[in-house]
């Protein structure tokens, strides 16, 4: 594996919330790689789920890597603690919400200073909120009869999929899409959004 370009002192220090296949981290993992994006690291990746496939990719990469199982811990914000504590190990000084099943609580938030970014499948505030995740958000799309769709960074807040938008990108929805060819089309804007998002941001100190 190539080197990783070295981090930055005033930096953008990301840990990642995944729960399953990681496409979007793994978009943005090879962006920063690239050079392409200035000021930013992954320094850490935590996941939910066991059998999230994007722990197998955090091992060959050689990232950090935590396995936090919802059933491991009696409440939430247990699990969020232990989350906590795995990135300021890394000096985490931002989250990044890729396809992470849980809502966060304000407690999370408050300890990251509110440096917390999700990553949404459609142009939010249409079809977002409670129960608006995976082929749930393309049916609800197709079914408002909307020409287009795409995805939004935004940053997390009390209110679900409600924070303020980063950088939003947009597709078209054709008349004869189904779930998965408009899936697929929101996906690969979605795998540029993370990149365009962080080029937004100034570099903390
Ligand atoms: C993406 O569609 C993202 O917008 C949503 O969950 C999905 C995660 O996909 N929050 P992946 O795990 O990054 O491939």
């Known amino acids: ?29 090879r962006a920063i ?21 994007v722990v197998d990719w955090a091992n060959e990469v050689a990232l950090p890597v935590a396995i936090m199982p919802n059933v491991n811990y009696e409440t939430r914000q247990a699990q969020e603690t232990a989350y ?12 990044l919400l890729a396809g992470y099943t849980r809502i966060v ?16 499948p459609s142009l939010l505030p249409r079809h977002g909120g409670v129960g608006m995740v995976g082929r749930a958000v393309h049916q609800s799309v197709l ?11 935004h ?9 303020p938008v980063l950088w939003q990108e947009r597709v078209g929805v054709a008349a004869d899409d189904t779930v998965e060819t408009l ?13 365009q998002a962080l080029r937004q941001l100034p570099i903390p100190h």
């Open 143 to 153: 079914a408002s009869g909307d020409k287009e769709s795409g995805c939004t960074v």
């Open 183 to 195: 899936a697929a089309r929101v996906l690969a804007a979605e795998h540029r959004a993370f990149a």
């Open 1 to 29: 594996m190539p080197g990783l370009p070295p981090i930055p002192v005033n930096a953008w220090r990301w840990g990642v919330l995944a729960s399953g296949r990681g496409s979007n981290a793994q978009a943005l993992f």
């Open 84 to 95: 906590i504590n795995f990135f300021n190990e890394y000096g985490v000084n931002g989250v």
């Open 33 to 53: 790689q690239s050079q392409t994006v200035p000021g930013h690291a992954i320094n850490a990746l935590a996941t939910n789920n066991p059998q999230a496939n």
């Open 155 to 163: 940053w997390v807040t009390d209110g679900v999929d409600e924070g």
């Open 105 to 120: 609580s304000a407690s999370f938030l408050s300890a990251f200073e509110g440096r917390v970014l999700n990553i949404h």
